[in-house]
T-cell receptor, first 116, second 114 residues
Framework: ETGVTQTPRHLVMGMTNKKSLKCEQH?????MYWYKQSAKKPLELMFV???????ENNSVPSRFSPECPNSSHLFLHLHTLQPEDSALYLC???????????????FGPGTRLTVL | AQSVTQPDIHITVSEGASLELRCNYS??????LFWYVQSPGQGLQLLLK??????LVQGIKGFEAEFKRSQSSFNLRKPSVHWSDAAEYFC????????????FGAGTILRVKS
């Protein structure tokens, strides 16, 4: 595997389910990101982890819970979601979040989530 | 807060024709500017980026973009479009005042007709 991978690629869940999205980066990067991409809306940054420490949480509801056990893996745990949470969830990684704009982010293919 | 505007939701061009996708940002200082492309079912791929220096930036796949400070614009161009360029294109901006986080535009969907 190369680059950034995400599993599953598609997920359908009920509002009472608990599920997790997984992201893995094979680039040796130190920062990882979760974005939400909804139809006809700009990408929204949800969380940023740098060296396994959460450095950004953009007012995301607590029904989304991220976990970064090491610099290569990032999870998004989902619980009691709402239909409006249906979206494409993209994971990205970069070498060093604190390098700022010089730090290119590499994106995974995303998980298409549908909440019934 | 910084923001990015891509005024065209959809654009259709003929194969071989030239392309220009518009992007305007709101921020006073010089930001970092990016263009990404997203093919169906794929993640985002960086086409090019501007940090400083020459205002005309060359990217991959034959794309270029020009930073115009006076117009707060960073339009993406390609002289001759190929059918494989059909995708969604996102402009993004980052700057140190906002922690260097990427802020994306809503995207422009490019359709290429033969």
């Amino acid at each position: 595997e190369t680059g950034v991978t995400q599993t599953p690629r598609h997920l359908v869940m009920g509002m009472t389910n608990k599920k997790s999205l997984k992201c893995e980066q094979h680039l040796g990067h130190n920062a990882m990101y979760w974005y939400k991409q909804s139809a006809k809306k700009p990408l929204e940054l949800m969380f940023v982890y740098s060296l396994e420490e959460r450095v950004e949480n953009n007012s995301v509801p607590s029904r989304f819970s991220p976990e970064c056990p090491n610099s290569s893996h990032l999870f998004l745990h989902l619980h009691t979601l709402q239909p409006e949470d249906s979206a494409l969830y993209l994971c990205a990684s970069s070498q060093d979040f604190r390098a700022g704009g010089h730090d290119e982010q590499f994106f995974g293919p995303g998980t298409r989530l549908t909440v019934l | 807060a910084q923001s990015v505007t891509q005024p065209d939701i959809h654009i259709t061009v003929s194969e071989g024709a030239s392309l220009e996708l518009r992007c305007n940002y709101s921020y006073g200082a010089t930001p970092y500017l990016f263009w990404y492309v997203q093919s169906p079912g794929q993640g985002l791929q960086l086409l090019l980026k501007y940090f400083s220096g020459d205002t005309l930036v060359q990217g991959i796949k034959g794309f270029e973009a020009e930073f115009k400070r006076s117009q707060s614009s960073f339009n993406l161009r390609k002289p001759s479009v190929h059918w494989s360029d059909a995708a969604e294109y996102f402009c993004a901006v980052a700057n140190m005042e906002y922690g260097n986080k990427l802020v994306f535009g809503a995207g422009t969907i490019l359709r290429v007709k033969s």
